[in-house]
């Protein structure tokens, strides 16, 4: 009971976001992250399971693009991604889904170019309404998803670095 009661009293919404700077253009760093074939070279989630099942549908670019996985490994899971709106060269925001879970969590890549590159900025963040153990979860999910994040924007800088 107080554990529920305290939940009352927990945020009701969570936001993650980590940047890097990358060296990169801005069009090559938008590329990687907008066609959802090429995450598989900077993902933090492909190393984890080689074996997992993707599935893209729709046209590049537009809304609607998705891409759906499936996993055994529970690092990994099943769920989807689908773009809702993208700026090229600047932005691109879509929705995830994870199966098991009644979620829907927004997440947006930006782009803005610097001297040395490009800084990339990922941020997911989702409202968790009043299920006193979803407002519990959303106290760690900076945790959770804040270390995928990072390792993902240092594999894209260094998919980046290794074309040079």
Do not use: C
Not at 9 to 31: C, G, M, W
């Amino acid at each position: 009971v107080v554990m529920v009661l305290i939940s009352l009293f927990l945020k009701d919404h969570y936001k993650v976001t980590r940047s890097l700077e990358i060296h990169s253009t801005p069009n090559q760093a938008f590329n990687m992250v907008s066609d959802f074939s090429q995450w598989k070279k900077w993902s933090p989630w492909y190393p984890k399971d080689t074996n997992t099942v993707y599935t893209i549908t729709g046209n590049l670019m537009e809304k609607g693009y998705q891409m759906k996985w499936s996993s055994e490994n529970e690092n990994v899971g099943k769920g989807s991604l689908t773009l809702l709106n993208a700026i090229p060269n600047q932005q691109l925001n879509y929705s995830l889904e994870f199966e098991g879970f009644d979620m829907t969590s927004h997440s947006r890549f930006e782009f803005k170019p610097t001297s040395q590159g490009v800084l990339v900025t990922w941020s997911d963040s989702g409202q968790l309404g009043w299920n006193p153990i979803s407002r519990w979860f959303g106290l760690f999910m900076d945790k959770m998803m804040g270390p995928d994040f990072e390792e993902g924007l240092r594999n894209m800088d260094s998919v980046h670095k290794k074309s040079e």
